[in-house]
C-alpha cells in the first residue's frame, strides 16, 4: 500500500515537472477557457406570432488568461420586447468575470460564472431597481443560466450593429 502511494506521487511530480519544461505555469495547466456562443436556457413559448418569455445569447473570446471578450444580448419577449445588451471585455478570475457599465449605471453589476456546461449570470442592481438597471430596458434582469452551444471561437460585435 505505501509503494503504491509513493508511485502515485513519483506520478504526480513528474507529470508537473513535465509540464512546467514544456513552458506552461501551474496557473495555464488549470485555466479554464470560456470560449464559445451560449443560449438563455429559459421556456420561451411562440403564440400568433409573438415570443413570449425570456431569450438570449452570449459571445465569449478569451483574449488571455485573465481578459474575454463578450458579447451580451437578453431580451424578455412580449409584449414589450425590452431587451438588455453590451460589448465588452472583462477581467477573467478562475471562472467568474463581472460586468460593471462605466457610463451608465455604476450602481448595476452581472456576474458570470462559467462552467463546462454554461454560463450563470446573477444580475445585482445595488439600489433595488432594476427598472433600467445596466441602462438596459424596463424589466429586464438578467439572472439566469445560459446553456453552451458552441466552442467555436465567435465574432464579438454588437448585435444591433449593421
Do not use: W
Not at 50 to 70: C, H, P, S, T
Request: hydrophobic share 35%; glycine share 10%.
Amino acid at each position: 500500500m505505501r509503494s503504491q502511494k509513493i508511485s502515485i506521487l513519483f506520478f504526480l511530480v513528474a507529470t508537473f515537472l513535465n509540464l512546467l519544461s514544456e513552458g506552461q505555469s501551474v496557473k495555464n495547466i488549470y485555466q479554464f477557457n470560456p470560449t464559445g456562443s451560449y443560449k438563455y436556457d429559459g421556456k420561451t413559448q411562440k403564440k400568433n406570432g409573438e415570443i413570449y418569455g425570456y431569450f438570449g445569447d452570449i459571445q465569449v473570446k478569451l483574449l488571455n488568461e485573465n481578459r474575454i471578450a463578450v458579447s451580451f444580448y437578453l431580451c424578455v419577449g412580449a409584449k414589450s420586447y425590452n431587451s438588455g445588451s453590451f460589448v465588452d471585455t472583462l477581467s477573467l478570475i478562475g471562472n467568474t468575470a463581472i460586468y460593471k457599465p462605466l457610463d451608465c449605471d455604476s450602481l448595476c453589476t452581472i456576474t458570470f460564472k462559467f462552467s463546462k456546461g454554461g454560463v450563470t449570470t446573477i444580475h445585482k442592481a445595488l439600489d433595488g431597481n432594476y427598472n433600467g438597471s445596466c441602462c438596459f430596458g424596463s424589466g429586464v434582469i438578467a439572472n439566469g443560466f445560459f446553456r453552451k452551444v458552441s466552442n467555436k471561437i465567435p465574432v464579438i460585435k454588437d448585435k444591433f450593429a449593421d
